[in-house]
């Protein structure tokens, strides 16, 4: 039976509130049921737009059913009723999604003789009992101009709402209050809606799981051209604007980056089956199953390409439209005074263009060319002035003549980031083109390729580390030309079957070459880029303080001139990865790795374990603090059997290490809580390590030292990847102390290690055997492990934790001395949880 007649029915019947209020909600719930059926066939608009409707015939039937209720058969004309439902927000625009709040305002005249306040009352309850999720206000006419000056975001909504049902005389009054409202502080309205975006877009940056609704280029940023030019011009469809703000071929291309992000949000809503704005990974598999996109990484790049096409846009326009209200002529004068070319000025921060003007490519050169070597960020005019250009204009040798000149710029950043937001970065730069906002689903860049590599040059351009800077600042202006084109297209071969460094270092050849770069800087480029994941990889994953691991990296860069572009190069490309990518123990184990490789690089002698502990020996005992010691205690130090303590640690730490441990009578510890969480422990008491681990496992261990020194005396370091809050170091410091009870026990972790993610290698060294865990990231995993190392009596010396988002990649260093490498078998059962 259709709703209508039911609900009659049900009138007639004299049924209860309840009774109707469910027959509601069970038609809404069978309407939503169906939208999934729905959204095969219709998408985007064509499906927000009906959508919309069907609630609006929902709320409209909900409000004539109240008014039979009241009136029955003496029903008056609804226009004798002085209420009108009025819609707001996306429901106003008609691009209301599955799961978003329904925004309704309740607007009316109070006329006596009208028990209207009830009504309004039972409208809303009838609504929230048949499930719809609404929000709503409520107001007389005569207040609408005043709720809107207490609030921008109630202003927002009212310029656009939208007549649902109800009097008709009303939403007159309405429409007359709202053009006042439209027309009054326009330029404060304007400004605020600008500043509005500016926070907005500094909390939802550009990533690769986009917020479609609050991040940049998504659809806020789409709203907001729409309010500015409804305030300033009165529209009610930005197609009004064409051949006036903007051409139509700009706003079709804008058109079609907004339908496609429509089409995305609704699948996303209704695979999230929520309320769901950011395109979170869980959902991505099955959203781009709805959409007929058979590519994962390709929904992503598609909705990232059309963000991007949207945030430009409203760059662009928001801009122009808000520029007469921003008029200032003191900035007029300034900029006039700074003016660099034809239309062209720079105010130390902004490189402003008129809106008036194209620019072709040829003009685009001539400016690139002869601005002067600062940073800026491009006004949205010239934005606009370049966004339709074609770079063929010019001839290949033209565009190799521009390249070498931006490459030799020291804030080559800025240029990039012009070129990228024009899209213009591809064709100047040709090995970028495959990787244009592609994603990354590797649980560890928050970028996709093109933003990363362009934030790449960035952190380049912007070393914070005094050491690292000396190191780029040393190299010939060519060299330095050379690694800012590495940088940029180091990752320019990701996305293919082939692995990505090695068809970088090809791409990488054949352009390089176009450049006029000699065949020596071809083999150099070709070297990093080829290896330019291999320095963070033994830093983070491996034992470099062994002899065969550190020849092995040093044997890959030959020389101490590689060695130094490399590091640069991989400060580079993690400071890019993300915010919190390059942390204060990520550059003390690159900075190690640097020093170690460019001592064997100078003096291969120095590589052999023994010699280097000799070294270190020689070293030690020229200290002064040392000499001052009575033979017994030097005598101690000298005998600690682990050479990996004399190999890690510089003289002065070992002397300093020693000197604390001589004089523990059962523990003592110190926990630092700065960069990142480091507890450092000496202990004579057996302390339970397991325990400590597994209490702490929900902090990220990244790197873990145990090692033997004297008198029963053993020194443990653990760092960890981040901070606690200051108010949580009391229960850090009482987890310390409780663990040198070895009866405290802790449920362990439910870990899962497979047999085929264990390796072992009893040839490590002569002192340590290897054993490597590559498994999926696990709450608990290291604690677990050394619970089970524990149980086997395994001596462990030195653990290196890397992980991600998914994966784990723990490297743990074993004496020889016990019987590990006698029946590891009995290691890999325990960590599998297999029967020997």
Request: aromatic share 10%; charged share 25%; hydrophobic share 40%.
């Amino acid at each position: 039976m259709p709703l209508t007649a039911e609900i009659e029915d049900l009138i007639e019947q004299n049924a209860e509130d309840f009774a109707i209020s469910k027959a509601f909600k069970n038609a809404i719930g069978e309407y939503l049921g169906g939208l999934h059926k729905t959204f095969e066939d219709k998408q985007g608009k064509d499906f927000m737009v009906p959508h919309t409707q069907r609630l609006d015939v929902f709320l409209s039937l909900m409000y004539k059913t109240l008014l039979r209720r009241a009136f029955g058969n003496y029903l008056p004309m609804r226009n004798n009723i002085p209420i009108t439902l009025v819609a707001l927000g996306s429901y106003g625009r008609e691009q209301l999604s599955v799961y978003s709040d329904i925004d309704l305002m309740i607007c009316y005249e109070d006329v006596e003789g009208y028990n209207i306040k009830p009504l309004i009352e039972k409208l809303l309850y009838m609504a929230w009992d048949a499930g719809l999720k609404l929000g709503h206000r409520v107001h007389t006419v005569d207040e609408l101009t005043e709720v809107a000056k207490e609030d921008i975001t109630i202003k927002t909504s009212l310029i656009e709402s939208r007549f649902i049902f109800g009097s008709t005389f009303v939403w007159q009054n309405i429409q007359g209050q709202i053009l006042k409202i439209r027309h009054t502080d326009a330029k404060s309205f304007v400004l605020d809606k600008m500043s509005e975006a500016q926070v907005r877009h500094k909390k939802y940056t550009r990533s690769m799981q986009p917020n479609i609704k609050e991040g940049f280029g998504g659809l806020r940023d789409a709203q907001l051209v729409f309010w500015l030019a409804k305030v300033i011009y009165g529209i009610n469809n930005l197609k009004e604007l064409i051949g006036q703000i903007f051409s139509e071929t700009l706003y079709k291309e804008y058109r079609t980056s907004l339908e496609f992000l429509y089409r995305v949000r609704t699948a996303l809503h209704l695979v999230a089956g929520k309320k769901q704005d950011m395109l979170a990974l869980e959902f991505i598999p099955e959203i781009a199953k709805r959409l007929n996109i058979f590519d994962q990484r390709q929904l992503v790049s598609k909705t990232l390409q059309a963000m991007h096409v949207i945030a430009r846009f409203s760059y662009m326009i928001s801009h122009r439209l808000s520029r007469p209200y921003q008029y200032e002529q003191t900035n007029i004068i300034r900029c006039r005074s700074q003016i660099i070319g034809e239309n062209i000025y720079y105010d130390g921060i902004f490189l402003y263009h008129s809106f008036k003007h194209k620019m072709n490519f040829s003009e685009l050169r001539d400016l690139l060319i002869k601005l002067p070597d600062v940073t800026f960020t491009a006004d949205a005019g010239l934005i606009h002035a370049l966004h339709e250009i074609k770079p063929y204009e010019l001839q290949a040798h033209e565009l190799a003549l521009l390249v070498r000149t931006l490459l030799h710029r020291d804030n080559l950043f800025s240029v990039l980031q012009l070129l990228y937001e024009v899209g213009l970065v591809s064709s100047l730069f040709p090995p970028l083109k495959k990787v244009m906002f592609l994603a990354q689903f590797d649980g560890y860049h928050s970028y996709p390729v093109d933003i990363h590599s362009i934030k790449s040059v960035k952190a380049l351009e912007n070393i914070k580390s005094d050491f690292i800077k000396k190191l780029y600042d040393s190299f010939s202006s060519t060299d330095r030309a050379l690694l800012k084109l590495v940088v940029l297209i180091h990752d320019c071969g990701k996305g293919r079957r082939r692995d990505h460094s090695e068809v970088g270092a090809k791409l990488f050849s054949i352009f390089a070459k176009t450049l006029g770069f000699s065949d020596e800087q071809l083999r150099v480029g070709h070297l990093l880029i080829l290896n330019h994941v291999v320095m963070s990889s033994v830093a983070f994953r491996e034992d470099f303080d062994n002899e065969r691991i550190l020849f092995g990296f040093t044997s890959i860069v030959k020389e101490q001139r590689i060695l130094d572009m490399l590091y640069v190069l991989t400060y580079a490309d993690i400071n890019a990865v993300s915010r919190e990518a390059y942390s204060s123990f990520n550059a003390n184990m690159l900075n190690e790795l640097y020093l170690h490789s460019s001592e064997a690089l100078n003096n291969q002698e120095m590589v052999d374990e023994a010699a280097k502990r000799a070294r270190k020996e020689r070293s030690l005992s020229k200290l002064d603090g040392f000499i001052e010691l009575n033979k017994i205690t030097k005598k101690k130090i000298l005998s600690i059997k682990s050479n990996l303590f004399f190999i890690k640690f510089r003289p002065a730490k070992i002397l300093k290490l020693s000197l604390k441990a001589k004089d523990i009578k059962d523990y003592k510890y110190r926990i630092k809580n700065e960069s990142y969480l480091n507890i450092e422990i000496f202990r004579r008491k057996p302390l339970n390590i397991s325990y400590l681990l597994n209490k702490l496992s929900y902090l990220n261990v990244t790197s873990m030292d145990i090692f033997s020194l004297f008198d029963d005396i053993k020194y443990f370091n653990l760092t960890f990847e981040s901070t606690v809050d200051d108010d949580h170091i009391n229960i850090v410091e009482q987890i310390v102390n409780d663990s040198f009870d070895m009866n405290s026990q802790v449920e362990l972790s439910k870990v899962i290690i497979r047999r085929e993610e264990i390796i072992i290698d009893c040839e490590h060294s002569k002192s340590y055997a290897k054993l490597q865990l590559n498994t999926s990231n696990q709450e608990g995993l290291l604690g677990f492990a050394m619970h089970r190392f524990d149980e086997s009596d395994v001596e462990i010396a030195t653990a290196k934790v890397h992980t991600t988002k998914r994966t784990a990649r723990d490297l743990f260093l074993i004496e020889k001395r016990g019987s590990f490498c006698h029946n590891p078998e009995e290691i890999i059962a325990l960590l599998t949880k297999e029967a020997i």
